[in-house]
């Protein structure tokens, strides 16, 4: 069984560039989650979609962030501009929610570098 | 708000033991572990629900106290191959948001 694919693996931008990265998860899950995990932390959610509708975005700075999944399959998270704080690897994951605390299975993110 | 791990880190020879804690503020309906290798995806070891039960994976295993609102995760007779981080991800309700603790890092030496 394929994994959560995502590209590019590494981005490297000037602050203020736009950014997007890609991520289609593993085929049957129905939850799609973003997360962005800083160096020496944990991942922290960004946003959760629910086939194509976003649950919980209450995490994503909506400011220069924007998440999209049109057809409750693949999903896009775009920054526009980036800022240096930005850097970070950027870490989607999808689960097959049945009852709620399932497993979540992750793909192996991007790291994205804004100079 | 983000589960306590502890140790930070650890250095282990192959064949020792090592426990890993992870302490929450929050009542605890789900505890979550993970294991990420250096630049790769953080790769699911096991899930503990409400009850306290313990589980098993190999000779990892863990265990989840509710009412110390705790989780505690073991490794016995260390391989090389349980080098990494470990993440425990805590829930506090029947749903899928987590809270990631800050990570401990095992290293397993010949």
């Known amino acids: 069984e394929a994994g959560v694919v995502q590209s590019p693996r590494y981005k490297i931008i000037e602050k203020k560039q736009p950014v997007a990265f890609w991520c289609n998860p593993i085929?049957?899950?129905?939850?799609l989650y973003w997360y962005r995990q800083n160096l020496g932390q944990g991942p922290e959610l960004l946003i959760r979609y629910e086939n194509e509708e976003a649950v919980d975005d209450s995490q994503l700075p909506k400011d220069r962030f924007s998440a999209e999944r049109l057809k409750g399959v693949d999903s896009t998270l775009k920054i526009q501009p980036a800022e240096l704080g930005d850097s970070a690897v950027y870490l989607c994951a999808s689960s097959y929610e049945r009852e709620g605390a399932d497993e979540q299975f992750f793909g192996p993110g991007t790291r994205l570098t804004v100079l | 708000q983000q589960p306590v791990q502890s140790p930070q880190a650890v250095i282990l020879r192959e064949g020792e033991d090592a426990v890993i804690n992870c302490s929450s503020s929050k009542a605890l309906y789900s505890v979550h572990w993970y294991r990420q290798k250096h630049g790769e995806a953080p790769v699911f070891l096991m899930i503990l629900l409400k009850g306290g039960e313990q589980k098993g994976h190999e000779k990892i295993s863990a265990s989840f106290n509710e009412k110390k609102q705790q989780s505690s995760l073991y490794l016995t007779a260390s391989q090389l191959s349980y080098s990494g981080t470990y993440f425990c991800g805590t829930g506090s309700t029947n749903d899928y948001k987590l809270s990631f603790g800050a990570g401990t890092t095992v290293t397993v030496r010949a």
């Open positions: 085929s049957g899950h129905n939850t």
